[in-house]
């Protein structure tokens, strides 16, 4: 499984790459903001996106519609500091498949992404 970690701080990068690590998942790509996203997607079609809202050049919910755009079932988690309910609908309108609101432990990073997939796999 690949995965594509949209996020413009390393640090939450690293600690996502750990808890995909943790659940086996070895092959993760990593991109500073939407439009590094959206030039790796092109490249090769991850298999789950977390992706972060608040970045430069382009942001989380705007690279979301643009994947939406042409890709409805890729899986997409967002994972920011949004934690407004206003903000997690605006998100769930614009294509994310789960939300999960920094800081995050590592538990509920997990329950998020292992749900997720189980879902699309269900969907399959």
Sequence with gaps: ????????????????KNVLKQLGCEDVVE??????ALAAIGAQRPDLMLVDWNMPN?????????IREKDKTLPIIM????AERGRV????????????????????????????????????
């Design 31 to 36: 991109t500073g903001d939407g439009v590094e």
């Design 89 to 124: 609908i605006e998100a769930v309108k614009a294509g994310v498949n789960d939300y999960v609101v920094k800081p995050f432990t590592v538990e509920s990073l997990s329950e998020k992404i292992t749900r997720t997939l189980a879902k699309f796999a269900v969907a399959r």
């Design 79 to 82: 994972c920011t500091t949004e």
């Design 1 to 16: 499984m690949r995965v594509l970690l949209v996020d413009d701080s390393r640090t939450i990068r690293s600690i996502q």
């Design 58 to 66: 382009m942001d989380g919910i705007t690279l979301v519609r643009k």
